[in-house]
């Protein structure tokens, strides 16, 4: 990649040539992924800040918070509050929605982040993330969380920062996926991928195999047929990967295919999986089909499904199109 273009300038053409960005959410992905720089710096510190460990606190959904799940949720409200861009926000680490205060203006965008995805991952030194999505606020007078209650089908722009060896920001607006990767010495993320597809075949897949035995027949079905391999009735070998941050195996599938799923299984019959529909869920998927791959609950599409609350669970299979079709035709046959 040798023409440079920095996000601004990719957001600048995109809004004068495509008309795909109006010059507030221009202005809120800017906002975004230099909370993002932000977050990364803290991350890059390590043992050497203050930044590494538990919070020992709980967040709503009775996990224990790291304290840089806190520090990314609190970076990334306080670079996006004052702007004018956004009416509220929406987070994983926070009960209710954050209204933007009186003192500043309210624009028309909702705003969603899993600020830190992958904490298990923090003191490994493992690739972890932020993911985030924007909504349109539906008309009318103030703001409330049944505004945030949309299909993910409704994104206007959908994204995550994985903090790797390197920075990369991925990005859609609904014009194909972008990535940019973060130039430290420019301090600004370079286009460096566009037009990303995810391939439609793959032989790898991704998913915890520790809760094998919890899981329901049409996953086990399509598992147990890879593991086979050339002896089996896929007749090729598979290989698997689990990084344990979302935001890692998605980016290995964005960059070279593979099937990814964390399913509903018996371990908490009622809880319909453990990843969030609204911060993890939703922007993954529309960044998986903006690919050309598919993103399902097993049954129906991701991008389809009408929340019922902020922090709903779903079951989740995506990546290379013709294996997720495949999962959901097990589904379907079960
Ligand atoms: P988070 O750190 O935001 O809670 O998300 C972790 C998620 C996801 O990133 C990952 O795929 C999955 O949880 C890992 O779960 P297991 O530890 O059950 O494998
Ligand atoms: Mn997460
Ligand atoms: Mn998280």
Known sequence: ??????????????????????????????????????????????????????????????????????????????????????????????????????????????????????????????????IFSVLLKPEGAGVSEQDFLQAGAKQVAAGYCVYGPQTTLVLTVGDGVAMFTLDREQGSFILTKENIKVPEDTIEFAINMSNMRHWDAPVKRYVDECLQGTDGPRAKDFNMRWIASMVGDVHRILTRGGVFMYPWDKREPNKPGKLRLMYEANPMSWLIEQAGGAATNGKERILDIAPSKLHERVSVILGSKNEVERITRYHHEA
């Open 1 to 130: 990649m040798t023409k440079n273009i920095s996000l601004t300038r990719y957001l600048v053409e995109q809004q004068r040539s495509e008309g795909h960005i109006p010059s507030q959410l221009r202005l809120l992905l800017e906002v975004v992924a230099r909370a993002c720089k932000s977050i990364s710096q803290a991350v890059n510190k390590g043992d050497l800040g203050e930044v590494m460990g538990s919070a020992e606190s709980e967040n709503i959904q009775g996990e224990m918070q790291k304290k840089l799940d806190i520090i990314a949720n609190e970076v990334l409200i306080e670079a996006n509050e004052w702007g004018g861009h956004l009416a509220a926000m929406a987070s994983e680490e926070m009960e209710g929605i954050y209204v933007v205060p009186n003192r500043y203006p309210q624009g028309e965008y909702l705003l969603l982040f899993d600020p830190l995805d992958g904490s298990s991952n923090i003191e490994v030194n493992v690739s972890i993330g932020t």
